[in-house]
């Protein structure tokens, strides 16, 4: 049998050999009827073939819905597929496996455009890549705001779980170790490894995480998601006995309801995971009281996350003075709201940062903090600038993963080459280290509350002693999520 064959629980896929390694592209991990849970894929009879990206979820991000996005060769509701490319050579026995979780606000995005070929290759890893629901089709909570228990909540969150199932059942036939997995992901992606971390079902999946840019604070409450999911509901005409009406309705009105939910919103969006009390912790606040799965954790987000958030049409998060206002006098205390906005100079700089910290990077951060009382940690953060967008929210992706192309090259800041190549590859190689030892070298020491060590990616790096500790001490481990119920 050709080594690009390889038989899995549910039959028979056939890869393609690429220079050093072997890639599968496509394979389905599960199936999930619309707006229910996932389950295991029927057996195929025969080599089914495994050489191009199974559909991206359906999917609309926007003010308009995009038909070529929803159903047709490349989008669709079947769409739970995953791909794995595994290196030749290298160290002997099975190889450590890192499971990427694509972002894209849990609205879009799919795990097709990320060719994982140079991290495999270069760090002597497995990868595999996975696709699940988003936005309407995976986030938003019918199963509540309709009583409708058949509804499980946070399906996307289940998909990604599924995919983690069929990592254990299936990665060893291709020359991975499942047990030596770690999750890897970055904004949506690294908010989904937050909650990974913090779901018993996910418990014993994975034994290592990386989150790049989010923690659990870019989520909604329970409140929320109902009041999102009814208006849902009142476009659609549904009601409790609409089930079946829901789950065969032309999937463009679903999309339409998404669109008009999120026109209504500011600084939110139309669906993200919610705080369930089921799979995941009931809030916020029982989620920073839990204890996050006991396995090392490399974190880090970028300076300026909010600046690609500025220049995006419409409003998905707060970044003006007086939402970021509004936000921390409506969670905190008085006195410590206004001990946050005090660190924080009344500029176009200190915006920046306030909206930054907010969002993303000190929710992050956080979560660090309290993971290093207990598990190993390490934590960095991207300074790399663009001319025009400083570091900002996604320009990491850009450095550490093979995108070509002179439009790329416009958003990087440049083409892929010197210094910023350089940049890249030091950052795949600590990602490669850390999922293949679970730790990362001598001259990158881990974080700890006493110390606070932080790596500061740029075209040169250092090392920092707890950098922005006055605006770090100011927030004292609280974050401040825009996903509360509206008033």
């Known amino acids: 049998m050709s080594d690009v064959i390889v038989q899995t629980t549910s039959g028979a896929v056939e890869g393609a050999r690429l220079p050093g390694l072997r890639r599968w592209l496509g394979i389905p991990y599960a199936r999930a009827p619309r707006f229910a849970a996932p389950v295991p894929v029927e057996s195929w009879p025969g080599v089914r073939p495994a050489t191009a990206f199974g559909k991206q979820c359906a999917q609309q991000m926007g003010g308009k819905v995009q038909a070529a996005q929803l159903d047709n060769a490349d989008y669709g509701e079947d769409c739970l597929h995953l791909n794995v490319w595994t290196p030749e050579g290298g160290a002997p026995g099975p190889k450590p496996v890192m499971v990427w979780i694509h972002g894209g606000a849990f609205m879009a995005g799919s795990a097709n455009p990320y060719d994982a070929s140079a991290l495999a290759a270069e760090g002597d890893i497995v990868v595999v890549s996975i696709n699940y629901r988003v936005g309407v089709l995976g986030f938003v909570n019918f199963g509540e705001a309709l009583g409708l228990p058949q509804i499980p909540s946070n399906l996307g969150l289940r998909d990604q779980i599924a995919a983690l199932e069929w990592v254990r059942d299936n990665i060893a036939a291709f020359g991975g170790d499942p047990a030596r997995v770690t999750i890897c992901g970055q904004s ?3 908010m989904s490894v937050s909650l990974l971390m913090l779901a018993p079902s996910a418990c014993g999946l994975f034994h290592g995480a990386i989150m790049q840019s989010g923690a ?7 409140e929320r998601s109902i009041q999102d ?5 009142e ?7 609409g089930l079946e009406r829901l789950r ?6 679903l999309f339409e309801a998404q669109v008009q939910v999120g026109k209504e919103l500011k600084n939110g969006i139309p669906a993200a995971p919610w705080f369930d009390g089921d799979l995941i912790p009931a809030s916020l606040e029982e989620a920073h009281g839990h204890d996050a799965a006991p396995v090392p954790l490399l974190a880090g987000a970028t300076r300026d996350e909010i600046v690609l958030f500025d220049l995006m049409p419409g409003a998905i998060l707060p970044s003006k003075w007086a939402d970021l206002e509004a936000l921390l006098f409506a969670q905190l205390p008085r006195d410590h709201a206004e001990r946050v906005l005090a660190a924080y100079p009344r500029t176009r700089k200190g915006r920046i940062a306030l909206a930054s910290d907010l969002t993303f990077l000190m929710p992050t951060r956080n979560f660090a903090e309290r993971h290093a009382r207990h598990q190993p940690t390490w934590f960095y953060r991207f300074d790399y600038s663009h001319p025009i967008a400083g570091a900002t929210h996604g320009l990491d992706l850009t450095l550490s993963w093979p995108f070509a192309g002179f439009k790329m090259a416009l ?3 440049g083409p892929a080459s010197g210094r910023r190549k350089a940049l890249g590859e030091r950052m795949r190689s600590h990602v490669a280290q850390f999922v293949r030892t679970g730790a990362l070298g001598a001259d990158w020491p881990a974080y700890t509350p006493q110390t606070r060590k932080v790596q500061v990616y740029n075209l040169r790096d250092e090392l920092a002693d707890n950098p922005e500790a006055e605006r ?4 004292a481990g609280r974050d401040v999520s825009p996903g509360v119920a509206r008033g």
């Open 188 to 190: 949506a992606g690294s």
């Open 216 to 222: 659990v604070s870019l989520i909604h409450d329970r």
């Open 229 to 233: 999911a009814r208006r849902y509901a």
């Open 235 to 241: 476009l659609l005409d549904l009601d409790q006995g």
């Open 248 to 253: 065969t309705m032309e999937l463009v009105k």
């Open 411 to 413: 958003v990087r800041g």
């Open 472 to 475: 770090f001490t100011a927030w």
